[in-house]
């Protein structure tokens, strides 16, 4: 624990990058190394108050770029201490060969990741390309969908990528703005409880340790990089266990409950959507609403964790529906989205066969509104009775001009 | 880690991050008193691994013109140049890559390390030496 203790409310009005700061705070990190970008800026920024004002016995490293941020983060962690950083969008991009080098390396790292759309055209706001753009970089993926959320989404990232059986590093995704920048109630853990619940930094070949000299970032080879690999990708596998178990032992000591696969109305839905981030929220609403007045009854399946992608999960969460829609809010780039994909790969070997949509929405932080979900819910609802996609696979929603599908369904 | 050479262990018997350790069991022992010769180096070690063959030229020592001023032995960036108590005792030629910087830095006149074909044996190379170059030459 920090010399110097905060004194919380017992419910904070705290913004999402707030939460992600005090999770640093709370969780004794060693050494953040950052650049600031909008809109995960705030993240770092309040924790430099924070080291400023005498809160924070780490250190913080202000670096000239995001790829420098995460080679620092490396190096201290390769070196044996604690270290986090945030990032979004560009900054993502700029990092994401040394996101690859430590997850390779195995060497426990927490970005938080607040979503924001990828460039050209700039923009600022929230959506789900820089999330995407980490699918396959060796990463445990959490997405937190309220500032309560990125709070213990945040605190628990350190507890999964410590953990020896895991030893990978955690990325905690919030949306940009929607979560970032919108002030909730959090409740807060006490500095110590805090403390202890993350627990102390578990050194493993650590550099600073010479009693035992150890080489970090290796070249391999045809003759061994597979089997090096292979072993990554079985601690990734495994690491669920580790996060169901974490999410357990966080709901002993708060209430507050997590799921690897999150879903509401989905036990009496006959259809269903399948979203990341605040949509969740917003879908919640909607579902009241329409089962209310038009008697739809629609449920929302949301993967708390991305990655390892929980596609047991899925599919058995969507045993009883008879159509899904996979709602990706990133540009696909030539192809169906991404929860599309794995949505369909989980429920192709299961015994419910759905008929399932991939709807292309919210890009650069345009709305999802309740209005537009239940426009969604709606042509579900129609395409279920009806037994049959009755527009082609893929659709874009929200988008200004002609309207634009792609993909027809075999046989049509 | 266990004993077999890497190339025949499972992805299940390798450390974590293909992180290599230096030294076979803790340096419970003051390491530093040791000579390199001494040392237990792992088998992961870089020592234990010949590069050699990556090498085309090689510097040759002559132990007539040295002077034991150590520079080749502070600028060797792969600490190839094999000194004991301040005096040259020559090339550990598993390791160096043939860089030719040891050949820059010696200052004696001539020069107590030349570069030569890696295939010339150090003995012909020997009486390949130049002579002293006079005042103005």
Redesign the interface.
């Known amino acids: 624990m920090n010399n110097k203790e905060m004194n919380l409310k017992g419910v904070e009005v705290w913004d999402g990058n707030m939460a992600n700061s005090q999770a640093f705070r709370q969780a004794d990190v060693d050494v953040i190394a950052a650049y600031p970008i909008t809109p995960s800026t705030a993240t770092v920024e309040n924790y430099c108050t924070f080291h400023a004002n005498g809160y924070v016995d780490g250190e913080v490293i202000m670096t000239e770029s995001e790829h420098a941020a995460m080679s620092a983060c490396i190096g201290a962690g390769a070196a044996g201490g604690r270290v986090a950083t945030a990032t979004s969008s560009q900054g993502l991009a700029l990092m994401i060969e040394t996101l690859y080098q430590a997850s390779?390396?195995?060497?426990p790292v927490v970005l938080c990741l607040v979503n924001r759309a990828l460039a050209a055209p700039l923009n600022v706001n929230g959506d789900h390309s820089d999330l995407y753009l980490t699918r396959d970089a060796g990463w445990v993926s959490i997405d937190a969908f309220s500032p309560q959320e990125a709070y213990d989404m945040t605190l628990m990232s350190f507890k999964i990528s410590e953990h020896p059986a895991v030893?990978l590093p955690v990325i905690s995704n919030q949306d940009g703005f929607m979560t970032s920048h919108t002030a909730q109630n959090v409740i807060p853990l006490k500095d110590e409880v805090a403390s202890k619940f993350v627990g102390d930094y578990l050194q493993?070949?650590a550099l600073l340790n010479?009693?035992?000299?150890?080489?970090?970032?290796?070249q391999?080879e045809q003759?061994?990089h597979?089997?090096?690999k292979?072993?990554?990708h079985?601690?990734l596998m495994g690491s669920k266990k580790v996060i169901e178990e974490t999410f357990a032992e966080f709901k002993e000591l708060t209430g507050r409950e997590y799921k690897v696969v999150e879903s509401y109305g989905i036990e009496d839905a006959d259809v269903a959507i399948v979203c990341l981030g605040s949509t969740f929220e917003t879908a919640k609403l909607a579902i009241d609403q329409i089962k209310k007045e038009e008697g739809i009854n629609v449920g929302v399946v949301a993967p708390r964790v991305f990655r390892p992608f929980p596609l047991e999960e899925i599919a058995a969460s969507l045993q009883t529906v008879k159509a899904v829609a996979c709602m990706d809010r990133s540009a696909p780039g030539g192809t169906v989205g991404a929860l599309y994909n794995e949505v369909s790969g989980a429920l192709i070997n299961s015994q419910n066969r759905p008929l399932v949509t991939n709807l292309i929405y919210g890009l650069g932080g345009r709305d999802m509104t309740v209005a537009g979900l239940k426009n969604i819910f709606r042509t579900l609802d129609k395409d279920s009775k009806d037994g049959k996609i009755n527009g082609r696979i893929q659709t874009l929603i929200g988008v200004r001009g002609p309207a634009l599908s792609y993909y027809d369904v075999e046989g049509k | 880690m266990s004993n077999k050479p890497i190339s025949e262990m499972g992805w299940d018997e390798l450390v974590p991050g293909a992180a290599l350790y230096t030294f076979q069991g803790d340096v419970d022992y003051n390491i530093t008193e040791m000579q390199p010769e001494d040392r237990l180096y792992s088998e992961t070690s870089s020592k234990a691994m010949s590069v050699g063959d990556w090498r085309v030229i090689k510097p040759v020592w002559n132990s007539e013109t040295c002077i034991d001023c150590q520079n080749c032995w502070i600028f060797c960036p792969d600490t190839s140049i094999i000194a004991r108590n301040k005096e040259m005792k020559g090339v550990d030629y598993d390791h160096c890559k043939g860089c030719g910087l040891c050949v820059s830095v010696c200052p004696t006149n001539p020069k107590s390390l030349l570069m030569f074909n890696e295939y010339e044996t150090v003995e012909d190379a020997l009486t390949q030496w130049p002579e002293k170059k006079k005042k103005g030459e």
């Open positions: 390779g390396m195995r060497i030893r493993v070949n010479f009693d035992k000299p150890v080489t970090h970032g290796v391999t003759d061994w597979f089997e090096h292979a072993k990554q079985d601690a």
